[in-house]
């Protein structure tokens, strides 16, 4: 989940009506080919097999990161993304990328890495990751029950292919990850005002949540590889199946929160959620206090997150968070899990 501590600059938070949906095919403020420096266009096109003659930039995701489908005169295509070290918050992000796909067993749902190369520009690193290009579409517009399943297939796909991946680049527990979020819920508990963007949460309820909250780390106990940060930008429908994308925040838990931690968005998309989380293999027998202390510690980091400064670099980062946190918050009082 840490996609959302960027430390960029930022600016003041204003209070406002709650915000608009995000459109998640089109929130990255991203650097432009034409700004890549000249070795880093000569690198990638000798990967492309051929001068660049076209530019499709990546629309989605929360980074300044450079991300497009780039295209010869031939008609080849590769997916390539780049960042300098000078960006504290991506660069790391692709050197991890670049470190955990090599690993990644064959047959797993994601686009094929077909390089990645550390170069020195002018004295500054940068990180150059090339992937195929995939004719695929986010979910979600419109959600259906189809890539819903899809969905949930590619999860516990990966989940099985890797049980046998390098536990030193598993990454941190996400009970860790969650547990190192201030918690919003005792303010609220004790009387004081909610977020702005969350109106309707009471003092009582904000109580109920911190106790969920608390019940975290026996409830995500587990040893899975989880991708760690799947959301629907993240993933790409091609053919029937959903292609999950962007390795960079791996961590390990439960098999089963990947695949929960998609189901709000699908929800707020108009279908069932608690009938999926029936029909899945992988969440039919979880206990549901289970479901609920992770959906509470996913509402307290999506409240810590979008009460954050605005990011200008990434302008659609905080609306995110928000918008995250109030389809989740709609969703636990629907389960009656406060």
Known sequence: ??????????????????????????????RTWAELPTPLQERAAAHLGGRVTGVRPAGGGFTPGFAAVLENAGGDRIFAKAAPESDAFIYPSYLREARVLPFMPPGMPLPALRAAEHLAVDGAGWQLLVYEAVDGTMPGYPWTDRDLSAVEQSCAEAVRSLKDFPRELAGDPLADDIAAVPSSFPAVAEGKPAPWFL???SAQEAGNFQALLDLCPEALTGDAVLHGDLRPDNILMLSGRALICDWNYLGSGPEWTDWVSVLPYARAGGLDADAWLHRSALT??????????????LLNYMIHWGSQPEVPSSPRLRAHGRHTARIVYDWCRARGAV
């Open 1 to 30: 989940m840490p996609h959302n501590s960027a430390s960029v600059p930022a600016i003041p938070l204003r209070a406002a009506a709650v915000p608009d949906v995000p459109d998640y095919r089109r929130t990255a403020a991203r």
């Open 199 to 201: 109106p309707g949460l």
């Open 284 to 297: 039919r027998a979880v206990p549901a206090w289970h479901i609920d202390a992770f959906l509470a510690g």
